[in-house]
Structure formats: structure tokens, C-alpha cells
């Protein structure tokens, strides 16, 4: 392997290597040092039901001291991730605008947008609908929720996440912005895409008078783009942070009690992406693994900060680098981030399942169909949202009368899931572009 050439994802492997070291280190020294009271003397109590109460009284108040010990030092880790990723969203606004501008001046006027748009939209509710019904087949033939048999959590314990109630206005209001100032300072891309898209065929239809401004934002782009490489050098450190506070807080343990249900997701994401996408690939005529190798620095970064977010700068880049035009990549990427995220589509209904299945209910064919059909629609928009996929699952609960406490159950490997999922969003919106730019007759 080329160091030059692949020195960012050679560094971010030497990283995640480094994270799971140092995390099980101190996951392990924390976990030696748990037991602050001396058994010796519980053991001299005489009556063996006081002597019982008092040993379960202290083991839970020590997991409480060092699951808190826990959160603490894995918190001195996590700052290291939390300042990438913000810095990754300090350029997001900036760099998405700037390129759909662009892109969309470059179409030309609302007819051509119309156009890419619509076939843009098709290909996202087709992938959606491949991705939802994918979550439902694995989670109905390996039934993980009936095979692991976990335990069931306390009917009074709390989420922290509110089930999703999206309604037609709601997704108006969330799409259509009251501000585009306000719409770039919260980071929410829909709104600044639908701006950005009326702000492009403007300039373009002025024609020259609109130079200017196109040129503007062609040299914001290019900043933007050479702010993203010096953000990227950071990469390696936000990854070991990252990495180091899941396994201090989780521990590699965990790992053996989930295995069935994380072989079971990451199962059907590889499935997701090597037969269905390669099968898409294959009819479109894109040469899948030469796509693949040219995005492999934003999939290990989506993959290991366990956000696709992070990895969108890198993924506009490395598919203009791969010859597909600006214009279909700055008009199908920032879209795809709200409409297309394949990873997390297949996760609700995978989620879903698996709960109802762990509380022994069992949903007709009919309910599972209403379920992925309500979901086509739910999900959409909800990328703004913190801890996204969670909180629409959380609607769906509520919506068939599962306990919504059962969210509990996939806390504990949520962020593991998430690596799986950010990574294969990643993968969907890179073919998503290539689909479109061949609809396009586009060569590359």
C-alpha cells in the first residue's frame, strides 16, 4: 500500500487499533478497582436474609459508582471526537451551499433541476423501499430477538428520546426555511438545499449579471474544499477519541452477550451493499469496486466516527474524482443526506422487529407492511435530528404498542450499530450519484 497515497486511512486504522487498546486498558483497570467495600465484612453478618439485602444493596450502588467512573473518563476521550466533528460541521453549510449553487447553475434553469430532481427522488424511494424490506427479511429469519432471549428492562426506566410525531406540516416547516441564516447556523441541510437550489437558478437565469455571484461561490467552494483537507488532518485524532470512549464505557465484553443480533445487522448491511447496490451497479453499467476504492476514505471515516456527516466533505470530493460531474454531486449528495441514508432505513425496521420480538409480540405480515410504508414517509427529513434513528423507531413503538422502553435493549450497542450504518450511508449516496449521473448519460 501507498503510504502517501493512502496516509489518511492508514492513520485512521492505526487509530481505531490504538482506541480499542487504550479503551480496554482502562476499561479493564477501572473494572479491577470496582469493588470499594470489603466482602469480609458483609460475610459477618449473621442473618443470611440482612446479610443478602446488604450484598445486593452495595453491588448495585458499586456498578452505579463505576459506570460513573466510567462516563468520566470516557469523557476525556470524547472531547478529542467531539472538537472533529464540530469542526466538520462548521464547514458543512458553508461547502454544501457553495457546491449546489454550482452545481445547479450550472443545469441551468428549473426544468433541468426538475428533472435530475425527479430522478433523483425515484431512485431514493426505490433504494428506501429495497432497505426497509431488506431490515424486515433478516430480522424475520434470524429472529434475533427470539434467539438471545435478553433481559427485559424495567417498565419505569426512562429514554431520553422522544418518539418522532412528524406530520405533513412539520416536514413543510422543517424543509422550507422561515431563514437560511438560521437553517446554516443549526447545520440543517434540507433548508439549505432548497435555498440553494432557488438561489442557483436565479443567478443562472440572470445570466451575466449573475457571473459574479456564481463565481463567488465557485471560489467559496474551493476554499471550503481546502478548509476541508486541513480539518481532515485531524481526522486520525478525532477517530482515537472516539473509538477510546465506546470501549471504556462499553468494554469488549459486550460484544459476546450482542453477537447474534450485531452478525445478525452487519449481516444485512454487507448484504445491502455487495448484492443489492452491486446488482444496481451492474444494471446502471458502474463499476462498483472502482467506485468503492475511490470513496474508501470517507466509508472508514463515516465507519469510525459513527457519522455519515463527518465523511460528506471527502465523499463530494472523491466522487468529482472519480468523473462524476459537479453538478449531479452537488445536487444528488446534500439531498441524499435527508432522503437516501440506506444504513439507517434498514436499521428502523430491523430495530423494530427485533424489540417486538424480545417482548414475544408477534405483528402480521399486514402490520410489518404498514410499518415499512409509514417509515418511507417518517424518515424522511429527520437527518437534523440528534440520535435520528432512534427517535423514529421510538414513534414506531408507540405506533403498534410496543413498549418503548425496549429501546433500552440496543442502547448498549447503539454506537457500534451506528459505525455500520454511517459507513453503508456513506455507500448509498456514492451510487446514488453514480445512478443518476448514468440517467444522465453522463461517462465516467
Known amino acids: 500500500m501507498n503510504f502517501q497515497k493512502n496516509k489518511l486511512i492508514i492513520l485512521i486504522l492505526m487509530a481505531m487499533l490504538a482506541g480499542i487498546l487504550i479503551g480496554y486498558i482502562v476499561n479493564k483497570s477501572l473494572s479491577d478497582s470496582k469493588f470499594i467495600y470489603d466482602r469480609n465484612q458483609i460475610n459477618k453478618i449473621e442473618n443470611a436474609n440482612v446479610r443478602s439485602?446488604?450484598?445486593?444493596?452495595?453491588?448495585?450502588?458499586?456498578?452505579?459508582?463505576?459506570?460513573?467512573?466510567?462516563?468520566?473518563?470516557?469523557?476525556?476521550?470524547?472531547?478529542?471526537s467531539e472538537i472533529f466533528l464540530r469542526m466538520i460541521k462548521m464547514i458543512i453549510a458553508p461547502l454544501v451551499f457553495a457546491v449546489l449553487v454550482i452545481g445547479v447553475a450550472k443545469v441551468g434553469d428549473f426544468k433541468s433541476v426538475g428533472r435530475i430532481g425527479a430522478k433523483t427522488l425515484i431512485y431514493f424511494t426505490t433504494a428506501t423501499l429495497l432497505a426497509l424490506a431488506l431490515g424486515l427479511v433478516i430480522v424475520n429469519v434470524f429472529e434475533p430477538g427470539k434467539v438471545m432471549h435478553l433481559d427485559l428492562p424495567d417498565s419505569a426506566s426512562t429514554l431520553g428520546v422522544k418518539p418522532n410525531q412528524q406530520s405533513a406540516k412539520n416536514f413543510i416547516a422543517h424543509v422550507i426555511p422561515d431563514s437560511v441564516i438560521g437553517a446554516m447556523a443549526n447545520n440543517e441541510i434540507l433548508p439549505i438545499v432548497v435555498f440553494a437550489l432557488f438561489f442557483g437558478v436565479a443567478a443562472a437565469s440572470i445570466k451575466e449579471h449573475g457571473?459574479?455571484?456564481?463565481?463567488?461561490?465557485d471560489s467559496l467552494?474551493?476554499?471550503?474544499?481546502k478548509v476541508t483537507n486541513y480539518v481532515m488532518?485531524?481526522?486520525?485524532i478525532g477517530v482515537f477519541g472516539a473509538i477510546t470512549a465506546v470501549v471504556i464505557m462499553q468494554g469488549l465484553d459486550l460484544l459476546s452477550g450482542y453477537a447474534y443480533l450485531i452478525a445478525c445487522f452487519f449481516g444485512g448491511l454487507l448484504f445491502f451493499i455487495f448484492i443489492v447496490l452491486f446488482a444496481i451497479c451492474k444494471l446502471f453499467k458502474i463499476k462498483f469496486y472502482s467506485l468503492l476504492r475511490d470513496v474508501k476514505e470517507p466509508i472508514l471515516l463515516a465507519f469510525s466516527t459513527a457519522s455519515s456527516e463527518s465523511a460528506m466533505p471527502k465523499t463530494i470530493e472523491a466522487l468529482e474524482k472519480h468523473g462524476i460531474s459537479n453538478r449531479i454531486v452537488s445536487f444528488v449528495l446534500p439531498l441524499g443526506y435527508s432522503f437516501n441514508l440506506d444504513g439507517s432505513i434498514m436499521y428502523m425496521t430491523f430495530a423494530t422487529m427485533f424489540i417486538a420480538q424480545s417482548y414475544s409480540i408477534d405483528l402480521s405480515m399486514g402490520d410489518q407492511i404498514?410499518?415499512?410504508?409509514?417509515?418511507?414517509?417518517?424518515?424522511?427529513?429527520?437527518?437534523?435530528v440528534p440520535r435520528a434513528s432512534?427517535?423514529?423507531?421510538?414513534?414506531?413503538?408507540?405506533?403498534?404498542?410496543?413498549?418503548?422502553e425496549g429501546l433500552l435493549l440496543l442502547l448498549a450497542v447503539d454506537q457500534l450499530l451506528d459505525m455500520g450504518r454511517s459507513a453503508t450511508n456513506v455507500v448509498g449516496n456514492a451510487v446514488a450519484s453514480a445512478v443518476v449521473a448514468r440517467l444522465e448519460k453522463e461517462k465516467f
Not at 450502588?61 to 473518563?73: A, G, I, L, P, R
Not at 457571473?211 to 461561490?217: F, G, P
Open 53 to 80: 439485602t446488604v450484598e445486593k444493596a452495595i453491588t448495585k450502588y458499586e456498578e452505579t459508582c463505576f459506570k460513573e467512573s466510567k462516563k468520566d473518563v470516557a469523557s476525556n476521550y470524547s472531547i478529542l
Open 211 to 217: 457571473k459574479a455571484i456564481v463565481n463567488a461561490c
Open 221 to 225: 467552494g474551493h476554499v471550503m474544499f
Open 233 to 236: 488532518s485531524f481526522a486520525p
Open 370 to 384: 404498514k410499518m415499512m410504508l409509514i417509515l418511507l414517509v417518517t424518515s424522511k427529513g429527520m437527518a437534523g
Open 390 to 404: 432512534l427517535v423514529v423507531i421510538a414513534g414506531m413503538l408507540s405506533m403498534f404498542n410496543i413498549p418503548q
